[in-house]
């Protein structure tokens, strides 16, 4: 194929560890059995999986609130299963990407305990962001900033003798403080984090909240609201703030020390990566993180929130791809994540042409239209895999899974449906444990109950009802992954097709030297169109007699080319 590094073009599966497979029986995933399903991995044709945090946490927000970025935590199994894991993997030919959470800790991290004993003014709390409060009595919170999962973004502190203290900033839980990266001592430990999962033989790291380290000088009032700022993330005083972008630079060139120390598995191929998790717009904003020396990915969350409609989608591409490549950086894509609803559940909602809904959906919610999700989601993740760059994966979207819609309250875990009374539903429903198997009491996922109850319509879904099917969602994936790869479609060029017809995206991917390797169209419209003469290599759906039917996507190899 290429002989561009592995993160330029990678499919990388994201693996939710509570999530993908029990082996102990407890009813939370773990990494023994996440070991014992990467067999699934290798078997689908991805190259990489991230994990997401498996680290010691009191577990308020699923692992991001860790307590040691040094430990597995007993829930997921110990240091030796990481170990067990890692080597599996590359046995595998597969890369393994961790997460590594920066912007805040667990307030059970012992920083975060010693700096409640120690006190105002002390070192200890110099690693956080403590204020005194406004008003006389110092009752009101610092700033007016809200807490991403709702309500104030600051909590205030008890002091040792029982009277009301200082306040601490949360972007998000309560439970978990934002670390002051104002202070050297912070950039000293995160690095020695990542060397500790980098001499451990990880390949790269999913960076969390990587826009949100570094906040405004003396933390000013966020003046605007977040409609007024959706197009220019900096306007908020904790986002993408230009002092970050130094974060990046040093975390580069750590990871490239790391260039080369693994060529007895890799090859040549042998770079570590940086993915950051950055909600920033506009584009040209978010391109600056993956700038030659700083990060080498960044999420692309507007393709995933781009409506179901041809225009909105080629000026997403258009807009992606111009601005990564403006500073030559390979684009990402990504349509689902444990953050967001499913894309197969998201595009069955009656508005999914006007706009991409990402909060969580429950019972009181309009139902989305389950069929025609899937069927859009099978044809957006086929023009997906079709884009040049990196795309991300998440667990289960092979096998055609949807949000669990119905969950009941009592049910819930995500911090967002207590901070918000709630009135948001939180993003449980995109983390139902995964269907191994289509009977026992957790459909394979492991011996015991769930940790979240998987809908009925999950059975049917599970891999040995899909494996070898014709058609199915999981051969789907197989064949859209085997032939990206034959083709080299992740370091190919786009171009548009002219005279499409109207709502049908049409793309014509190059290679190197300019040669057709396959053209790609989604059909966007509401009746089916002519297809032109072509070997067809993969269809998100039926064909209706050579024709390309609504919200399906078919990639093709000209007669010829
Ligand atoms: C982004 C993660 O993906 C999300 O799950 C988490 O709640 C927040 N960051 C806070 O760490």
């Not at 900033?145 to 306040?167: L, N, V």
């Not at 993408?240 to 790391?258: I, N, S, T």
């Amino acid at each position: 194929m290429s002989n561009q590094p592995w993160w330029r073009h990678a499919v990388i599966y994201q693996v939710y560890p509570r999530s993908w497979a029990d082996a102990d029986g407890d009813g939370v995933g773990d990494l023994p059995g996440i070991t014992s399903r990467l067999e699934h991995l290798a078997d689908l044709g991805v190259d990489a999986l991230w994990l997401s945090p498996f680290y010691v946490s009191p577990q308020n927000d699923g692992g991001y609130d860790v307590a040691d970025f040094r430990d597995v935590d007993p829930l997921f199994g110990t240091l030796a299963d990481l170990d067990a894991l890692v080597a599996r993997a590359h046995d595998l030919r597969l890369r393994v990407v961790v997460d590594v959470v920066p912007n805040h800790t667990s307030s059970e991290h012992p920083w975060f305990r010693a700096a409640l004993a120690a006190g105002p003014g002390s070192p200890e709390r110099a690693r956080y962001v403590f204020r005194p409060g406004r008003g006389d009595d110092g009752s009101e919170p610092p700033n007016n900033w809200q807490s991403k999962f709702d309500g104030p973004a600051w909590t205030r502190t008890t002091d040792p003798d029982g009277s009301p203290g200082e306040w601490y900033l949360h972007l998000f839980d309560g439970s978990q403080p934002d670390l002051d990266w104002t202070n050297p001592e912070v950039h000293a430990e995160l690095e020695s984090v990542l060397r500790f999962w980098l001499d451990r033989g990880v390949d790269g790291f999913r960076i969390d909240v990587a826009h949100g380290l570094v906040k405004a000088d003396g933390l000013p009032d966020a003046d605007l609201s977040l409609d007024e700022t959706r197009d220019r993330s900096s306007l908020l005083p904790m986002w993408d703030q230009p002092g970050v972008h130094d974060v990046y630079r040093r975390w580069r060139a750590l990871v490239e020390e790391y260039r080369g120390t693994q060529t007895a598995l890799w090859g040549e191929d042998d770079d570590r990566m940086l993915c950051g998790e950055a909600w920033v717009q506009p584009a040209e904003a978010l391109a600056a993180y993956v700038r030659p020396d700083e990060l080498h990915q960044t999420f692309n969350f507007s393709f995933l929130m781009t409506p179901w409609r041809a225009d909105a989608l080629r000026a997403s591409v258009d807009d992606a791809l111009a601005s990564a490549g403006a500073v030559g950086a390979p684009q990402t894509w990504v349509l689902s994540n444990h953050d967001v609803v499913r894309h197969a559940t998201r595009l069955g909602r009656s508005d999914a042409t006007q706009v991409a809904e990402v909060e969580g959906i429950g019972p009181r919610d309009e139902q989305p239209d389950p069929v025609l999700g899937l069927r859009r989601a099978r044809a957006a993740t086929a023009l997906m895999l079709a884009l040049p760059g990196s795309a991300y994966l998440y667990q289960g979207e092979e096998l055609g899974l949807p949000d669990h819609t119905r969950l009941p309250d009592e049910v819930l875990q995500d911090p967002t449906f207590a901070r918000s009374g709630g009135t948001r539903h939180g993003r449980d429903g995109c983390r139902v444990p995964v269907p191994w198997a289509s009977d026992g009491p957790s459909l394979g996922f492991g011996p015991g109950e769930p940790w979240l109850p998987q809908p009925p319509g999950y059975a049917d879904l599970a891999p040995g009802r899909q494996r070898g099917v014709e058609g199915s969602t999981l051969e789907l994936y197989r064949r859209l992954l085997r032939v990206r790869r034959e083709l080299g479609l992740g370091t190919a060029t786009l171009t548009w097709l002219p005279d499409a017809p109207p709502d049908v995206l049409a793309l014509r991917l190059l290679d190197a030297d300019g040669t057709r390797v396959a053209e790609v169209r989604t059909n966007l419209s509401d009746a089916p169109v002519t297809l032109p003469a072509g070997e067809v290599l993969v269809a998100s759906g039926d064909l209706d007699d050579g024709r390309l039917p609504s919200d399906t996507t078919v990639w093709t190899r000209l007669t010829g080319s």
